[in-house]
C-alpha cells in the first residue's frame, strides 16, 4: 500500500502544478478534476500486489491520454510523464506477459499523443521529440523488465536455497539418528555376546569353584589341587573369550571414542566461539587404525581454530565419511571466507603435512563467502589391523 501513496501524491502534485497553467474553466477542469481522481483511485482498486484486476492498468493508459486530449497544449510533457509511472508498475508488479503488453500500449498511446498533433501539420522537432520519447520509454522499459528478472530469479534462487537448507538439515537430522541407531545396535551386540559368552563361562565358573568348596574337606589333596587347576583352565578361558568379544567390537569402540572426543571438542569450541558446529559422522562401520583416527582428530580441531582465528564465520560444517575404495573423507567448510590468493600459515601446513604423511591428499577451497579443506585419507585394510 506504501507504493499506491506514493503514486497518489505523485499525481496529486501532477495536478496542482498543471492546474497552474491550464487555466481551465469548466466543464473542461471538471474533465481534468475527474480523471485525476480516476488515476489516483484506480491503483487502490488493484489492491496491495497489484495483481487483482491487473489489466485495469488500461484505465490508466486511457486517462492519461484523456488528460493530454483535455489539456490547451498541443503535447504537454508533465502529463506524458505520468506513462512513466504505468511503465515502472507494468514491469514490476505484472506478470511478464501482461506487463509487456501493458508497456507496449503504453508507449505507443504517448506516440500516439504526437501523432494527434502532427495531424495539424509536419514538424521536424516534434518528430525528434517524438522519436526521443519513444526511445527513451523503450529503453527503460526494458531496463524495468530486467531489472524485475533479475529480482524474481534471486528470489527464486533464495527460496530454493532456504528449501535446500532445511533439507540439508534434516538429512543431517537423519543423520544423526542413523549414528545413534547404529551405535546403540552395536552397544546392544555388544552387551549380547557378553552374556552370552561371558555369562554362561562365568556361572559354571562358580557353580565349579562352590563344589570344590563343599568337597575340599572330604577328599584327598591331590583331587583338590586338580579341581584348582581346572578353576585356573576355565578362567583362562573365560579371559580368552573376554578378549575375543572385545577384540571382535575394537574398532567399533575405537571408531565410537572418536566420534564421542570430536563431538565433545567441538561442543566446547562452539561454546567458546560462538560458531555453530554442524558434524556429520559415518565412520561406524568401517576399521581405522589409531594413527588415522589421530590425524583426523588433530586436524579437525586444528581447522576449527583456524576458523576462530583467521576468519568471521558463524557457521563450521565437518563431515567425516567412508568411501568405497577405502578412504575416510574429510570436509571441513566454514562460512568466512578468505582473501585470494591464498597464503598458507603455519595450521595449513600443519593439515597438509599430516595428511601427506598418510599418504592422503588435501585440497584448500577459498572464496569470497567460504573456506573448505577437503582430505582423502586411505584407511588401511582389515588385514593390516593389528589386534
Same mark, same amino acid.
Given at each position: 500500500?506504501?507504493?499506491?501513496?506514493?503514486?497518489?501524491?505523485? @499525481?496529486?502534485?501532477?495536478?496542482?502544478?498543471?492546474?497552474?497553467?491550464?487555466?481551465?474553466?469548466?466543464?473542461?477542469?471538471?474533465?481534468?478534476?475527474?480523471?485525476?481522481?480516476?488515476?489516483?483511485?484506480?491503483?487502490?482498486?488493484?489492491?496491495?500486489?497489484?495483481?487483482?484486476?491487473?489489466?485495469?492498468?488500461?484505465?490508466?493508459?486511457?486517462?492519461?491520454?484523456?488528460?493530454?486530449?483535455?489539456?490547451?497544449?498541443?503535447?504537454?510533457?508533465?502529463?506524458?510523464?505520468?506513462?512513466?509511472?504505468?511503465?515502472?508498475?507494468?514491469?514490476?508488479?505484472?506478470?511478464?506477459?501482461?506487463?509487456?503488453?501493458?508497456?507496449?500500449?503504453?508507449?505507443?498511446?504517448?506516440?500516439?499523443?504526437?501523432?494527434?498533433?502532427?495531424?495539424?501539420?509536419?514538424?521536424?522537432?516534434?518528430?525528434?521529440?517524438?522519436?526521443?520519447?519513444?526511445?527513451?520509454?523503450?529503453?527503460?522499459?526494458?531496463?524495468?523488465?530486467?531489472?524485475?528478472?533479475?529480482?524474481?530469479?534471486?528470489?527464486?534462487?533464495?527460496?530454493?536455497?532456504?528449501?535446500?537448507?532445511?533439507?540439508?538439515?534434516?538429512?543431517?537430522?537423519?543423520?544423526?539418528?542413523?549414528?545413534?541407531?547404529?551405535?546403540?545396535?552395536?552397544?546392544?551386540?555388544?552387551?549380547?555376546?557378553?552374556?552370552?559368552?561371558?555369562?554362561?563361562?562365568?556361572?559354571?565358573?562358580?557353580?565349579?569353584?562352590?563344589?570344590?568348596?563343599?568337597?575340599?574337606?572330604?577328599?584327598?589333596?591331590?583331587?583338590?589341587?586338580?579341581?584348582?587347576?581346572?578353576?585356573?583352565?576355565?578362567?583362562?578361558?573365560?579371559?580368552?573369550?573376554?578378549?575375543?568379544?572385545?577384540?571382535?567390537?575394537?574398532?567399533?569402540?575405537?571408531?565410537?571414542?572418536?566420534?564421542?572426543?570430536?563431538?565433545?571438542?567441538?561442543?566446547?569450541?562452539?561454546?567458546?566461539?560462538?560458531?555453530?558446529?554442524?558434524?556429520?559422522?559415518?565412520?561406524?562401520?568401517?576399521?581405522?587404525?589409531?594413527?588415522?583416527?589421530?590425524?583426523?582428530?588433530?586436524?579437525?580441531?586444528?581447522?576449527?581454530?583456524?576458523?576462530?582465528?583467521?576468519?568471521?564465520?558463524?557457521?563450521?560444517?565437518?563431515?567425516?565419511?567412508?568411501?568405497?575404495?577405502?578412504?575416510?573423507?574429510?570436509?571441513?567448510?566454514?562460512?568466512?571466507?578468505?582473501?585470494?590468493?591464498?597464503?598458507?600459515?603455519?595450521?595449513?601446513?600443519?593439515?597438509?603435512?599430516?595428511?601427506?604423511?598418510?599418504?592422503?591428499?588435501?585440497?584448500?577451497?577459498?572464496?569470497?563467502?567460504?573456506?573448505?579443506? @577437503?582430505?582423502?585419507?586411505?584407511?588401511?585394510?582389515?588385514?593390516?589391523?593389528?589386534?
Amino acid at each position: 500500500m506504501k507504493i499506491n501513496h506514493i503514486r497518489t501524491l505523485i @499525481v496529486f502534485l501532477t495536478m496542482w502544478v498543471s492546474f497552474q497553467f491550464e487555466t481551465a474553466s469548466a466543464p473542461r477542469l471538471y474533465y481534468l478534476i475527474g480523471l485525476f481522481a480516476l488515476l489516483m483511485v484506480l491503483p487502490y482498486v488493484r489492491g496491495k500486489h497489484h495483481e487483482r484486476l491487473g489489466w485495469t492498468l488500461l484505465l490508466d493508459i486511457a486517462v492519461v491520454y484523456g488528460l493530454n486530449v483535455l489539456s490547451r497544449f498541443n503535447i504537454n510533457y508533465l502529463y506524458l510523464s505520468l506513462f512513466l509511472w504505468i511503465l515502472i508498475e507494468a514491469a514490476l508488479w505484472h506478470p511478464f506477459v501482461r506487463g509487456i503488453t501493458l508497456s507496449v500500449m503504453a508507449i505507443a498511446t504517448a506516440l500516439m499523443c504526437f501523432a494527434n498533433t502532427l495531424a495539424f501539420g509536419i514538424n521536424y522537432q516534434l518528430i525528434s521529440q517524438m522519436i526521443f520519447s519513444g526511445l527513451f520509454y523503450a529503453l527503460l522499459s526494458g531496463t524495468l523488465f530486467l531489472y524485475a528478472s533479475y529480482t524474481r530469479q534471486k528470489s527464486q534462487t533464495d527460496h530454493l536455497n532456504a528449501l535446500l537448507t532445511a533439507r540439508n538439515e534434516a538429512l543431517e537430522s537423519a543423520n544423526f539418528e542413523i549414528e545413534n541407531l547404529t551405535r546403540l545396535k552395536e552397544r546392544t551386540e555388544i552387551a549380547r555376546n557378553l552374556h552370552d559368552t561371558l555369562g554362561h563361562e562365568l556361572t559354571g565358573h562358580i557353580m565349579s569353584l562352590e563344589m570344590l568348596k563343599l568337597t575340599a574337606k572330604a577328599q584327598p589333596l591331590d583331587k583338590t589341587m586338580e579341581g584348582i587347576q581346572n578353576a585356573i583352565n576355565q578362567s583362562r578361558e573365560i579371559l580368552r573369550a573376554m578378549r575375543d568379544v572385545v577384540g571382535a567390537h575394537k574398532e567399533m569402540l575405537k571408531l565410537d571414542a572418536l566420534h564421542e572426543s570430536l563431538r565433545n571438542k567441538l561442543d566446547q569450541y562452539q561454546s567458546q566461539t560462538g560458531i555453530t558446529i554442524h558434524l556429520s559422522y559415518g565412520l561406524y562401520d568401517e576399521r581405522l587404525e589409531d594413527e588415522v583416527a589421530d590425524a583426523l582428530y588433530k586436524i579437525v580441531i586444528e581447522s576449527a581454530t583456524n576458523t576462530a582465528k583467521h576468519s568471521k564465520a558463524k557457521n563450521l560444517w565437518v563431515s567425516i565419511q567412508a568411501l568405497d575404495e577405502g578412504v575416510a573423507l574429510l570436509k571441513i567448510v566454514d562460512d568466512g571466507g578468505c582473501m585470494s590468493p591464498l597464503v598458507k600459515g603455519n595450521g595449513l601446513r600443519f593439515i597438509e603435512t599430516r595428511i601427506q604423511r598418510l599418504s592422503g591428499d588435501v585440497t584448500f577451497e577459498c572464496g569470497e563467502s567460504r573456506f573448505a579443506v @577437503v582430505a582423502s585419507i586411505p584407511m588401511k585394510p582389515k588385514e593390516a589391523i593389528h589386534d
